[in-house]
T-cell receptor
Framework: GAGVSQSPSNKVTEKGKDVELRCDPI?????LYWYRQSLGQGLEFLIY????????KSGLPSDRFSAERTGGSVSTLTIQRTQQEDSAVYLC?????????????FGPGTRLTVL | AQTVTQSQPEMSVQEAETVTLSCTYD???????LFWYKQPPSRQMILVIR??????QNATENRFSVNFQKAAKSFSLKISDSQLGDAAMYFC???????????FGTGTRLTIIP
């Protein structure tokens, strides 16, 4: 079946603007994750959604970052008043809980450039 | 807190040869999982191999195998018969059971020499 999809693939914005990044998880996957990959760095956890439970927002770097997941499927990561340090690749992943820790399947990411 | 360390920023190997990528980790938990992901220029993170900490047997997937040394907290990836398509960034990652948040190393860039 289809994998995790993300849009846009690339986004260039001006400092101070708001941006929205979209993630479509694999159909049937109830868990959804957002990670950030800054240049030359590994991936940094941002936020985690599991079913109808309250999301784990412990990785969000500031209150300019927020995310929602509508209908238990599509998720949107919003960055308000973007700063140059927000430039990074934002990766989304999904998984299907199977009683143990589950493999996360990643999308192709959105490369965000803040000028 | 978990940490994952990849001490080799770059590695290169001749096509058809074998290469080993190193990874060490630190966790206070006894039940955890370890992963190797591959990230080609397309940016998509692709799962290469997964190891459950409670399993003593090293995981293998075709040309890819791991050397899991639990006491030493080491989790290296061996790629046999290297192919041009193996060129990518390789990330080691860990997650504690029930936590779900992957912790990644900083990656190793693997170059395959024709």
């Amino acid at each position: 079946g289809a994998g995790v999809s993300q849009s846009p693939s690339n986004k260039v914005t001006e400092k101070g603007k708001d941006v929205e990044l979209r993630c479509d998880p694999i159909s049937g996957h109830t868990a959804l994750y957002w990670y950030r990959q800054s240049l030359g760095q590994g991936l940094e956890f941002l936020i985690y959604f599991q079913g109808n439970s309250a999301p784990d927002k412990s990785g969000l770097p500031s209150d300019r970052f927020s995310a929602e997941r509508t209908g238990g499927s599509v998720s949107t990561l919003t960055i308000q008043r973007t700063q140059q340090e927000d430039s990074a690749v934002y990766l989304c992943a999904s998984s299907y809980p199977s009683g143990s820790t589950d493999t996360q399947y990643f999308g192709p990411g959105t490369r965000l450039t803040v000028l | 807190a978990q940490t994952v360390t990849q001490s080799q920023p770059e590695m290169s190997v001749q096509e058809a040869e074998t290469v080993t990528l190193s990874c060490t980790y630190d966790t206070s938990e006894s039940d955890y999982y370890l992963f190797w992901y591959k990230q080609p220029p397309s940016r998509q993170m692709i799962l290469v191999i997964r190891q459950e900490a409670y399993k003593q047997q090293n995981a293998t997937e075709n040309r890819f195998s791991v050397n899991f040394q639990k006491a030493a907290k080491s989790f290296s990836l061996k790629i046999s018969d290297s192919q041009l398509g193996d060129a990518a960034m390789y990330f080691c990652a860990s997650v504690n059971f029930g936590n779900e948040k992957l912790t990644f190393g900083t990656g190793t860039r693997l170059t395959i020499i024709p």
